[in-house]
């Protein structure tokens, strides 16, 4: 069997005759590993026959609505789209520790109460460690929940032919080797061709399959970009470990939207699901202290109202800090110098620290007009107006433009007890909710806005 050694890079899959000290592809550094590449054995090409389809007229191809199953888990089926869709390959990464496992466990018990076969493939755990985490998690005692250890792929798809399940959960794809390449697990080679060979499997034979992907400190799944790229849905877990919720976000959806959120709370049982993301972002929330403001956002068909805290306090370095957790940086930046060029505020010798309570990470643009208050507040130290949400996007000239989905966002503040809004003067003009018991406030500048929120 013919060899030859060749070096590929961790971050991309670029390969080269001879190492590279830089990655001429994504530039990153100190990235090649010298690896063996063997020609195909006659039972890898064996087992591809297995999978061969013939090529048909598209105009005879008979396609319905896709069949999807519920997991019952609503915040997770929510961001799938409502189901798993029967053949589809789904990669779940976050950060070690988040629930990755939890909630594939969880998934598992859920099927298999319906009366699915499920294979949960443990790379990583013992059979016996798996069934503690079960026992402890909910007492999982399914008889269609089969379980195993094994990292040979050859020898999982070999499970797969004597169960026939109808979903299989990889656990995870970075342990998992073909026997047939010779560099270890983990590498780029490894998760590439395991990876295209379980979608294969999933798309010939209608097997859904989960994939549980580790994540680099930079936070993106380890291995090759071409695996998000190979997986029909990818789903991130985001949220500190040391924090009990977790946010479950969709960046990648060939069967539903990338907007929808899932919550959870992490607790000893398990991630149970937050049936009202808003009440427990607004918990916690201090009263009479300037620089907190709520603003009614929209993560895919679901508004949620969150907090944002500003804090400004003099710099004593001569160099202004400025700093975002949940908030795009650059936006804040933006927001700071509109502050200064159009409302007069002087804050170039003050750090300001902006923070979205909860873990949130916001993209919506109706945030901006809150940030801004938040960072005023702060700033003259005045309180909020009690009671109050704020929605806008705030432009280079200090005026408020409209965002889209008012009347939900408006709607969801009414629910929790707030009696005023602040909102874009074209929003209000096309405004149509009957019977609003919350008392509306149009603006059209950000000066204007200030000047009703603030309290004298």
Known sequence: MKTKTVFTCQACGCQSPRWLGRCADCNSWNSFVEEERSAVTLKAKERVSLYKEEPVLLKD???G??????????ELDRVLGSGVVAGSVIL???????????????????LAKQGKVI?????EESVAQTKLRARRLENIESENLYIVNQT????????VEKIKPQVVIIDSIQVIFEPTISSSPGSVSQVRECACILTQLAKTQGISVFLIGHVTKEGAIAGPRVLEHIVDTVLYFEGDKFSVYRILRAVKNRFGSTNEIGVFEMT????????????????ERPKDVSGSVVVPIIEGTRPLLVEIQSLV?????????RRAQGFDYNRLGLLVAVLEKRMGLALEAEDIFVNVAGGLKLEDPGADLAVASAISSAFRDQLIISDTVVIGEVGLAGEIRSVSQVALRVNEAEKLGFKHCVLP??????????????????????????DVVLRK
């Open 268 to 283: 000893q049982g398990g991630l149970s699901e937050v049936k009202n993301p808003s009440e427990i972002f607004l918990s």
């Open 65 to 74: 609505q896709e069949e999807r199953f519920k997991t019952n888990i609503l």
């Open 152 to 159: 040979d792929l050859s020898l999982i798809l070999e499970s």
């Open 92 to 110: 779940i990464g976050g950060d070690p520790g988040v629930g990755k496992s939890t909630i594939s466990l969880q998934i598992s018990n859920q």
């Open 425 to 450: 003067r074209n929003n209000y003009k096309n405004l149509k909710i009957e019977k609003c018991g919350i008392e509306l406030i149009p603006v059209s500048t950000l000066k204007e806005a200030l």
């Open 313 to 321: 306090s003099r710099s004593s370095f001569g160099y202004a800090l």
């Open 61 to 63: 191809v008979e396609a």
């Open 119 to 123: 294979l949960y493939v443990s790379g």
